[in-house]
């Protein structure tokens, strides 16, 4: 046997090992009470250190699942690195303690953070993979995933796209049987075929199959996966039939559940076993030298577990930093020029700043449901880009929620900037996962590494009979997610300046569009130039009183206008806010406001229970108590439902008659 | 037999009075020459006692309205009559009833009134005030009481900013007249270079109460001194420790307070007020503690039952009132109930003063600066020349309760207690 090889072979034995021992060492600590979870890897390594062996961690990317501790240290990650993680320690660079152990994620090696959300990870790869190819890079994704996370979704949406778009990523499926207690045959209703017969139409995506538990043959497939990837730059997915030896996690037991029969079996497809076996058996290695080997390795894991013992817990404080970019771009916030004396409608508005933006930045991409030309969007926001810019820069996704977001995330983290649209506000619930968890706990989670800075457009509100999945208004479910900037701009000036912001800022935005506001000429204002932006969290105070405050957003700030005019015309002043952006909430200028004024009226077209008016009130009456001169009072829809016939969506809806009562009995009060 | 009382006519020229306060309610006995009612007019303010002796059966004329003399303002009936209500089916005219003379009548317009007048009081009572009203009125120290008969104008009578901005203003308004330049109208002749603005509320309202003072208590001082030489050095010995200890600093006033408490309960009648001709003797002991406030204020904010307070306690309560006195952080309750002062004007180095009182209490005591002074000293019969930390104490107190003797007892006692002090706390 070649030399070359068998130092491969020894230093995947040493891999393997090394990770086996770290497994038994932390389930010691765990249950001393040195840390509170974790998830073994045993059983797994093989094709793990098998794909560590190509992978490049300048060019590729990985995505390793919790599983993956073997490939973590098959790239560089060391023992005491691992340690800093499950003891959850200030120098610990996966997640500086914020995350459970075992989610991995190191910036110099290209590793991306990884969270709990299992199956989340597969479209992030993919949109990695798109960037590299996009930018004409060489490099591959690696991403893993145990085979229970193959029946999200999001794990063929991301097979989709991939296929689709030709990218190069390389999806592990480390089948072990299990997820958690769930055996493979129970997992779906397709009997009698493997993982990869799911995808048989998938011309573009190579189907590798490979036995796990046995390194030499893992070894093979994954050159075949890599070099596929690589070289022709097309998905890859690979089967790996692997064996489970200790239970799901530190806080499961499989005994419970797996026969003890099916224990004993498996324990004879230990990948570690069968290697040795065949080192010592091809007389790579004497069965002394792996007992000396052993030793050592355990020697150095307990040294290493030492160190770590002993390195600095993270200061309390630190966990409230890096939800946003705490050095944010310097941008040059100034009063606009006007570009012409004729207004421009809203969304005229707002595809004026995509193009600007696509203009300015190469690194800027566009992309949704139907926003290629020569539809150009549902409601054109997007019209004439693609012909402008190409489809490269600007296409149609698939109809997937969740796969726009989550490639975006993914391209994001490679340095790209994705503004992408959501059809409908009323849609984007299947993407909910990828913005809760992924897309606004990014930054945070990697301790500052992984920044995502996605930008989301969708168009949202009702008095357009929608009917209940056209008109909602979706902002509380956000606002209340820390990582995310929420902006609802009224007109057109602020949608243009407040979305160029949002593009050129390191963190991620959801930009919010009334529908009702789009073409409406109350909205239409003058076009201020490609440079104005305006900076997040400064509400504009659209009328200056002093008898009443109304904090508003969005088409409210029109019919709020309007209903003071009635009391304007009698004599009393009212102040209208108008906050622009949501997060960050401008507090400064309702505090300024009713310090003066002592009465405040809150209104927004979403329902009042749990509605974003509840958290402005609650702000007011903590901070402003002394201040209130009457009950801080909101105006919202009724809580159901929008229904479509207009006449039951005007009931529901925030009226003017709404508006005007609660103004009048604040007058009065 | 019903008679009839009339507004009486105070002074030739006098064509009005207002009435001021029934001191009867309607049913209720009155002797003859008993106080039955107070009276204003232009000339005099005094209380009319009343003509007959009988039961008030009638009152014509509500509180504060300003009628014609010789108008019938009640009546008194020689005899007990029943309470008659004319609505509950009694078919009677009032005329009719008031003939027949036998029962007390009171008109169903009347009761409204009445009904009403209760009603509004109980309001009042527990009246809504907004988080900005009570704020206001806190800053502008506004008591409660103060403000029930305002009429507010919000909804069902609340009292609104405005009401209260309102209220405050014409209560300016109304003691620049009164208690600061009594009615004399200063005149501008000529373009002085002069700095002309308005007082701000605390000041008006010290300037009204010194007014007060002055016009109500019969003001007489007397001076005693006092050697603190040992309380002084023990403070010197002993502020480190006590600071590491109680977390505030202890203070040469503390140990006045403590003393002028004690001397209180062995004093009564210095911890009294008047009214009238009545003593009202108080068994707790709030004593109020002057603080001057920068860059021209004063607040006499009081400690209450300082008494059952060891000096530890007192010290404890000083810091407190202080610091919050200093950061308007005093609420009314700490202005309530005050029974004794004690003024401390020795921090600037004054070496004693003739203290005004704070009416209506009877007695204030001056604190002045502690120097070291020459002093003769009788030791073993032998009279020397010593170096001692003295101060001077002054007592200023209301001669209409309080003369020379029982004012000498006080400081007397108080010296002893301070030259005596069992300095043990430690």
Known sequence: METELKDIYLKAFRTMLTSRLFDKKAMKLIKQGKSFFFISGAGHEAPQVAFGMFYNSKNDFAFPYYRDIAFNLSVGVTPYDLFLSLLGKKDDYFSGGRQLPTHYGAKHLNIVSQSSSTGMQYLQAVGVAHSIKFKGDKGVVYVSGGEGSTSEGEFFEAVNWASREKVPVVFVIENNNYAISVPFEKQGGAKNVGLLDHFAGYENLLKLKCDGTDFIESLQVMEVAYKHALEVGEPVIVEANVVRLESHSSSDDQRKYRPIEELYEQQEKDPIKILQEYLEHCEIVTHEEIQKIYNQIEDEIDEAAEKALIALDPEPESAIKYVFDENPPKLNFREPKYLSENKIVMVDAINHALKEELDKNSSVLVFGEDVEDDKGGVFTATKGLSTKFGTNRVFNSPLAEASIVGTAIGMALNGLKPVVEIQFGDYIWTAYMQIRNELSTFRYRSNNHWPSPVVIRTPVGGYIHGGLCHSQNIEAFFTHIPGIYIVYPSNAEDAKGLLKTAIRLNDPVLFLEHKGLYRNALASTLEPDDEYLIPFGKAKIVKEGSDLTIITYGLMVYEVIKAAEKFINQGFTIEIIDLRTLVPLDFDAIEKSIKKTNKVLIIHEDTLFSGFGGEISAQISEKLFENLDAPVLRVGAKDTPIPYAPNLENFILPSRKDIETKIEYLLKY | ?426
Do not use: C
């Open chain 2, 1 to 426: 037999m019903i008679y009839e009382i009339k507004m009486p006519k105070m002074g030739e020229s006098l064509t009005e009075g207002t009435l001021i306060k029934w001191h009867k309610k309607i049913g209720e006995f009155v002797k003859k020459d008993e106080p039955l009612f107070d009276i204003a007019t232009d000339k005099v303010d005094t209380e009319i006692p009343s003509p007959y002796e009988g039961f008030l059966v009638e009152i014509l004329v509500e509180e504060s309205k300003t009628v014609p003399i010789d108008t019938v303002v009640a009546k008194i009936s020689s005899e007990q009559l029943d309470l008659i209500d004319i609505t509950q089916g009694n078919n009677k005219t009032y005329d009719e009833i008031e003939e027949n003379s036998s029962q007390i009548i009171i008109r169903q317009e009347e009761k409204n009134e009445i009904a009403a007048i209760e009603t509004n009081a109980k309001n009042n009572n527990k009246r809504f005030l907004s988080p900005l009203v009570k704020s206001i009125m806190q800053k502008e120290y506004i008591s409660y009481d103060e403000i029930k008969d305002i009429k507010g104008s919000g909804i069902d009578g609340r009292i609104t900013k405005n009401d209260i901005l309102e209220y405050i203003k014409n209560k300016k308004d109304a003691s620049k007249f009164d208690y600061y330049s009594r009615g004399i109208e200063f005149v501008k002749t000529e373009d002085l270079d002069e700095l002309v603005y308005e007082m701000d509320n605390m000041r008006s309202k010290i300037a009204k109460n010194m007014v007060i003072s002055r016009d109500n208590a019969v003001h007489v001082s007397e001076i005693t001194e006092v050697d603190v030489t040992d309380i002084i050095n023990y403070i010197e010995k002993n502020k480190k420790s006590f600071e590491e200890n109680y977390g505030v600093k202890l203070t040469f006033t503390a140990f006045v307070v403590d003393v002028v408490s004690k001397a209180l309960r062995q004093f009564p009648l210095l911890n009294a007020s008047l009214d009238g001709n009545k003593i009202i003797e108080k068994k707790y002991i709030n004593l109020g503690i002057a603080i001057a406030l920068e860059p021209n204020g004063l607040a006499v904010p009081n400690i209450k039952n300082a008494d059952q307070l060891n000096l530890i306690g007192l010290a404890k309560k000083l810091d407190d009132i202080k610091i919050r006195a200093k950061n308007k952080k005093l609420t009314m309750d700490d202005f309530q109930n005050g029974t004794f002062t004690i003024t401390n004007y020795g921090v600037f180095d004054t070496l004693f003063g003739t203290p005004i009182i704070n009416f209506p209490e009877v007695a204030i005591l001056g604190v002045g600066a502690v120097k070291k002074r020459v002093v003769v000293k009788t030791l073993n019969e032998i009279d020397t020349i010593q170096i001692r930390s003295m101060v001077y104490l002054s007592l200023s107190h209301d001669h209409r309760l309080i003369d020379g003797m029982l004012g000498g007892k006080f400081l007397k006692y108080v010296k002893d207690e301070l030259e005596n002090y069992k300095l043990n706390l430690m």
